[in-house]
């Protein structure tokens, strides 16, 4: 298995000979253009998680992906060969399985309705298994080696981040959703992980592509 992190949520994971790209969000441009994609999921339609301005244009140039999204981005943004990919279920891939998990996006404020959120576990024979969990910290899938931790958001605060990364009991991770964050903030997340919690972090901000242990 090989991780890019391409920015904000974006993530490339390479398994199986499969390319998978989660989350083609506005927070970040590396992934535009990228082609030879397997499929493109989508954990929830918050802009920053899918670009309506782009990731169309994405899914036109790779027209044998196919295209798995939370069911509420099927109506909010245009994808062609979109297909639902609901909580408590799975697609396989090849030889590689994508488990859908959680189902509701975190609470940002009592009085924002919520949406809903698919946690993405992603596994195949002999290799790691990655868990990207969108935009929610309720999950906590068993059996994951490599966890994307989503470093801050609004509905989001140290002591929870902590606690998730305990709960799915991951050694090895990096940060996501760190679009909001400056260099001092990122740090601070970074270092907190790594020490409180059985996860530890590596920076792949502009690093290419890494293989976890």
Known sequence: MQLTHLGHSAVLVETGGLRVL?????????WHGLTDLDAILVTHLHPDHVDPAHAPALVAANPQARVLVEPGVIDAVGLERAEPLTADTSVELGGVKVAAVGGLHAVIHRDIPRIGNVGLVISGEGEPTFFHPGDSLATAPVGVDVLAVPAYGPWAAMKETVDFA????????????????????????????????????????????????
């Not at 989660?22 to 590396?30: E, H, K, T, V």
């Open 22 to 30: 989660i989350d083609p969000g506005n927070f970040s441009d590396a």
């Open 166 to 213: 305990r709960e799915v009991g991951a050694t090895q991770g990096f940060c996501i959703h760190d679009g909001l964050l400056n260099e001092r903030g990122w740090a601070l997340v970074f270092g907190r992980v790594t020490d409180m919690t059985p996860c530890t972090l590596t920076d792949l901000r502009g690093k290419g592509a890494w293989t976890p242990a």
